[in-house]
């Protein structure tokens, strides 16, 4: 079904011929209290509307391939083609419209997840998915949509991810780390193709333009998710006139993912300035309270789990602790212990943190094989990387992030040189998206734009969200009163009942709604 191709076309289209000819209705919104900046992106403006050719591809879906140029510069010149799937309303008589959703990332396919994930009821109740079209793709770069790809085969990327270095603990470990991560962008400049110079989220937010003409909306309805949110304040900001509704969960602070605030995208590490190392700790300390109120029901609550997750980390700082023939480094017990995006795993990490500290003194234990995620799409690292640094300006001296990591050491022990190196890649990067998107980012869309994050979010932490939605035109938070990534990860039938009324009625909940959590993580 679908294909990876790049292709030449000269085609032209109208903005809703191809909802005359399938018979797709459009729909209204109500009237915004202020009017909508009068800006449009002219390059998405001349480009064609793709026709969406939608056939079975199982369990209720459709998928079609929509064909866009590859520079929006050259708009009849180069096409590629993105990879579409849609699970149509269940109520017909009473459809909206499409909703568009984009899971974040970036790099895992949206085909692949909105298969995975359409039918989750704290995220898509059977009410939301009765009056709307659910759609999604994978984004230019991605998986089936022109996807980047930095090794011959998939068994070569393997063994190459196989054996790179973890997040260096210390300062004798970064120069091997940083040579590593210069010879992946060498790797990529060098076998990726043109699509590197063109995978910007402004690229992918004038494909999203493409893809609401082609359905036949008039406006835009949205659900952005973590790198969602970026794609969706980028679009905002690009086609403010064209916004029915959009959700922002799990935001970004857009402008310190940009160029950070001031000077800081020259010397200051992305992940870093996002404030990333602190929503870890944050969250991190949240999962401890957690598990100590669980009691029996947590693995790790015996005694003082604050204190034993401090012996358990300088145990293994001073040197690799061996459970079940494996030696876990300090790296791979931090990296292992900030895994916190989704809480249906925190018992077993529980247990996996309870095995260690056992294991430092006692007999090994078996690890529980749930904790880890399934293996990652084809070419999700690739697509990170090429996405992130299009977008993002970074120190491009290893100077630089020794200099934070040593900062971070003091300020956050533990996570903190995570989120410095991260990205490390970027600094090397052999490719520049000349449109990627800085801003503005207060354009008066359409209508206001709700964000929602959870209290601890190792992610997008809630500062960042607060900031994000701050430099938007229109915007209110709403906070879910848990741990976690996003609402995807943290049920909240509060939460999703007040994102699915605003996307019916463009009514925003009131000012500072909180929304608690359907269950404790540990039961």
């Not at 017990?333 to 809480?343: D, E, K, N, Q, Y």
Request: glycine share 8%.
């Amino acid at each position: 079904m679908f294909s990876r191709s790049v292709r030449r076309g000269t085609r032209r289209g109208g903005f809703y011929a191809l909802a005359v000819l399938l018979g797709v209705g459009t729909f209204a919104f109500p009237s915004p209290a202020r009017a909508a900046d009068a800006y449009v992106d002219r390059l998405a403006e001349s480009a064609a509307t793709p026709e969406l050719s939608w056939s079975d591809c199982d369990d209720g879906f459709q998928c079609a391939l929509a064909r866009v140029p590859l520079n929006y510069n050259e708009p009849a010149g180069a096409q590629l083609e993105l990879a579409t799937i849609r699970l149509p309303a269940s109520d017909p008589s009473r459809r909206l419209g499409t909703l568009f959703v984009n899971f974040g990332g970036p790099g895992p396919s949206g085909v692949d997840r909105l298969r995975e994930r359409a039918r989750w009821p704290w995220l898509f109740s059977e009410e939301l998915r009765a009056r709307f079209d659910l759609v999604s793709w994978d984004p230019r770069g991605v998986s089936r949509s022109a996807g980047v790809h930095c090794f011959a085969t998939a068994e070569e990327q393997a063994e190459y991810f196989g054996t790179f270095p973890g997040t260096p603990t210390d300062a004798g470990q970064e120069a091997e780390f940083f040579a590593r991560s210069a010879d992946l962008a060498a790797r990529c400049g060098q076998t990726a193709g043109p699509i590197l110079n063109h995978a910007s989220t402004a690229n992918t937010a004038r494909d999203l333009e493409l893809l609401r003409r082609a359905v036949g909306d008039n406006a835009l309805t949205y659900h952005g998710i973590s790198y969602g949110t970026q794609v969706g304040a980028v679009y905002a900001n690009m086609f403010p006139r064209r916004v029915r509704a959009m959700v922002f969960d799990g935001s970004l602070d857009f402008e310190g993912n940009a160029d950070g605030h001031g000077a800081e995208g020259t010397h200051l590490p992305l992940d870093t300035r996002q404030g990333v190392a602190v929503g870890i700790a944050e969250t991190f300390d949240a999962f401890l309270r957690e598990c100590s109120a669980a009691g029996p029901r947590c693995a790790f609550s015996a005694g003082d789990p604050k204190l034993k997750w401090l012996t358990l980390a300088e145990r293994a700082r001073h040197a690799p602790i061996v459970l079940n023939g494996t030696p876990w480094t300090f790296s791979q017990v931090v990296t292992t212990a900030g895994s916190l995006s989704r809480p249906e795993t925190y018992a077993d990490l529980a247990t996996l943190l309870q095995q260690l500290f056992d294991a430092a003194t006692s007999a090994p234990a078996l690890v529980p094989d749930s904790l880890f995620d399934p293996a990652y799409p084809a070419n999700r690292a690739e697509a990170f990387y090429a996405i992130q640094c299009s977008d993002s300006m970074v120190p491009t001296e290893p100077a630089a992030y020794s200099r934070v990591a040593a900062v971070e050491d003091l300020h956050n022990p533990y996570f903190g040189r995570t989120a410095v190196f991260n990205a490390m890649p970027c600094a090397f990067w052999p490719a520049r998206d000349a449109d990627r998107y800085t801003g503005p980012w207060n354009r008066q869309t359409a209508a206001p734009i709700l964000v929602m994050n959870s209290r601890y979010d190792p992610a997008t932490p809630l500062h960042g969200a607060y900031a994000g939605a701050a430099q938007l035109a229109t915007a209110r938070v709403l906070v879910i009163e848990g741990a976690g990534h996003s609402s995807m990860y943290v049920p909240s039938t509060c939460a999703e009942q007040a994102k699915r009324d605003y996307l019916f009625t463009g009514q925003l909940p009131p000012e500072n709604l909180h929304c608690g959590i359907d269950h404790s993580p540990f039961g």
